[in-house]
């Protein structure tokens, strides 16, 4: 870390005398480090609508292949845990930069090795082992990745802007979604159907180790240094072997990984699951459909923002509660009268407008409620499983219950999944609520 950055961690001091770190400068490695990971994550979901079921299942019905895809994509998300207990284990032996390190190469890697991935017609069913492999070792990174800077900024915020600065990490993901749609939008709208199939897909993937390199080096200047060590220690933000945490905070985790359900279920109903729609089931451009959600992202973008400024005057719990809400409104209105018809462009830049902005006053302060669920020795590891859990159960498997049941159902039963996932938010916040109310 520059020098700068030393004197603020070692030269100034909280209320409580304790070394103290501008939440500003924590930000902006937040934020370059998250939109590394959405990157990488949507690149490869992208991939599983426009790339794979021709590259890799050519060998079934197009909607078949693009499930079969779906189900690869889950596998990230049953792995990203155990690499949370795994990273957790070598921050405990060998550090905090080491894991970081270790870990953004290993996702890096893993992204920009699916770039050189031959085809099932040139190995066969290997093709198929070796995208799983490399989903699994993105999920297994993804865990390794956490770093502690998110509960960090929320400890050294100040406390009446503590909703804005539990926001800021979020923005990770409309910065990653817009980049990943971005690069595909353009391959895919320059080049030919063959071209995009042989190479033009390859380089959103390729990118990635760039990208992770870049966010591996602005992370590690606050964290490869004494002070900031230091700094985590007085925090107690140090990794804690999970069964004691289970012991200790086990109803809070269980708790904690449904209270972002609605927002987690939401994220890829508007990102990947629309994209595999457009594609299988209408004429419209594929890229030209990219970048209206790319435009929704922005308007995520704004949303997450904004819900910083609601959460600070009404309460984090309050925010979580008019999201969760409004969700389940969304969600009705879905069911009732599907905002994304088969062939409607207005319908579908509705859908994708209105989603993207849901996603973002929600997505917001979903950090900043697991976190806040934990005492200070248990946030560092609590915070990661409990989010890890979160994004198992409410996202993992969403784009392929999405399409399966819209494919076989109609598009009102998605409205019908969301709402499900709507409800458990609500009713998890409740349960929280009456056990100890802490989001407020």
């Excluded at 050189?116 to 490399?134: D, M, N």
């Excluded at 107690?236 to 999970?242: C, H, Q, R, W, Y």
Aim: charged fraction near 10%; charge should be neutral.
């Amino acid at each position: 870390m520059s020098a700068e950055i030393a004197s603020h961690s070692s030269g100034q001091l909280d209320r409580h005398g304790r070394d103290y770190v501008p939440p500003g400068e924590i930000a902006i490695g937040v934020i370059i480090g998250r939109a590394s990971e959405y990157f990488d994550f949507f690149v490869f979901g992208l991939g599983c609508v426009l790339v794979f079921p021709e590259l890799i299942f050519p060998f079934v019905d197009k909607l078949t292949a693009t499930l079969y895809s779906f189900g690869i994509f889950a596998l990230a998300f049953v792995a990203r845990p155990f690499g949370t207990v795994m990273f957790m284990a070598l921050d405990r032996r060998h550090g905090r930069p080491t894991k970081l390190t270790v870990a953004l190469f290993l996702l890096g890697g893993s992204t920009a090795a699916i770039a050189f991935l031959p085809g099932y017609e040139t190995i066969g069913i290997w093709s198929v082992v070796i995208l799983a492999a490399f989903r699994l070792l993105q999920g297994i990174a993804l865990g390794g990745a956490w770093d502690g800077l998110s509960s960090l900024l929320a400890l050294n915020a100040p406390p009446n802007r503590r909703g804005w600065y539990a926001m800021l990490p979020q923005l990770g993901a409309p910065i990653g979604f817009m980049l990943a749609a971005g690069l595909f939008a353009y391959f895919e709208g320059a080049l030919s159907e063959q071209d995009f199939l042989d190479w033009g897909w390859r380089y959103p993937f390729f990118v990635a180790l760039t990208i992770n390199v870049v966010a591996l080096f602005a992370r590690l200047r606050m964290v490869a240094t004494d002070e900031f060590a230091q700094l985590m220690e007085t925090r107690e933000l140090v990794p804690i072997p999970v069964a004691e945490l289970i012991r200790a905070h086990g109803n809070t985790l269980l708790i904690g990984a449904f209270v972002p359900l609605a927002s987690f279920a939401l994220f890829h109903l508007v990102t990947i699951f629309p994209v595999s729609w457009i594609n299988l089931f209408t004429d419209r451009s594929v890229s030209e459909f990219l970048m209206v959600q790319t435009a929704g992202a922005v308007v995520g973008a704004g949303a997450i923002m904004t819900s910083g400024l609601v959460a600070d005057q009404i309460g984090r719990r309050n925010t979580l509660i008019l999201s969760g809400s409004m969700i389940a409104f969304f969600s009705l209105s879905s069911i009732i009268a599907p905002l994304l018809f088969g062939d409607s462009l207005a319908g579908q830049t509705i859908y994708v407008i209105i989603g993207f902005g849901l996603l973002g006053l929600s997505y917001g302060q979903t950090a900043g409620a697991v976190a806040s669920s934990f005492g200070t020795q248990y946030r560092h590891t609590g915070a990661a499983l409990t989010y890890d859990l979160a994004w198992l159960i409410g996202a993992g498997f969403a784009p392929l219950v999405a399409l399966t049941v819209s494919s076989q159902f109609g598009l009102a039963w998605v409205g019908v999944y969301l709402l499900s996932g709507a409800l458990c938010t609500l009713a998890a916040l409740e349960i929280d609520r009456r056990m100890q109310g802490r989001y407020n």
